[in-house]
Nanobody, 125 residues
Framework: EVQLVESGGGLVQEGGSLRLSCAVS????????IGWFRQTLGKEREGVSV????????YYVDSVKGRFTISRDNAKNMAYLQMNNLKPEDTSIYSC??????????????????WGQGTQVTVSS
């Protein structure tokens, strides 16, 4: 069974940091693009960051550039989202997703094959 399990969410003060982790099992991790998405109740789901399967090319939505860093460790089947200088508007449920392919850097939700359950990030002001 393919599983993506996020962890690392929590409650932080504005300006604080969190590192989210995405543990992936049941697939060949190195063959999949990993994306991080977030969704706040009542709002549309938003792509946050993507990292390609092989060469590690990354892409970020404008609102998190310079603050968030996506990474992956193919040897450990893990992906991460380091979030610094958090803002209240970053409050959301963050999910990781996997898309099979050698290269993909998009936020098209239907392109992703597997999704995790999400982890809550709350940033207080």
């Amino acid at each position: 069974e393919v599983q993506l399990v996020e962890s690392g969410g929590g409650l932080v003060q504005e300006g604080g940091s969190l590192r989210l982790s995405c543990a992936v099992s049941g697939l060949t991790f190195a063959d999949y693009t990993i994306g991080w998405f977030r969704q706040t109740l009542g709002k549309e789901r938003e792509g946050v960051s993507v990292i390609a399967s092989r060469d590690g090319t990354t892409y970020y939505v404008d609102s998190v550039k310079g603050r968030f860093t996506i990474s992956r460790d193919n040897a450990k089947n893990m992906a991460y989202l380091q979030m610094n200088n958090l803002k209240p508007e970053d409050t959301s449920i963050y999910s990781c997703a996997a898309r099979r392919g050698s290269w993909y850097l998009g936020f098209e939700f239907d392109e992703y094959d597997y999704w995790g359950q999400g982890t809550q990030v709350t940033v207080s002001s």
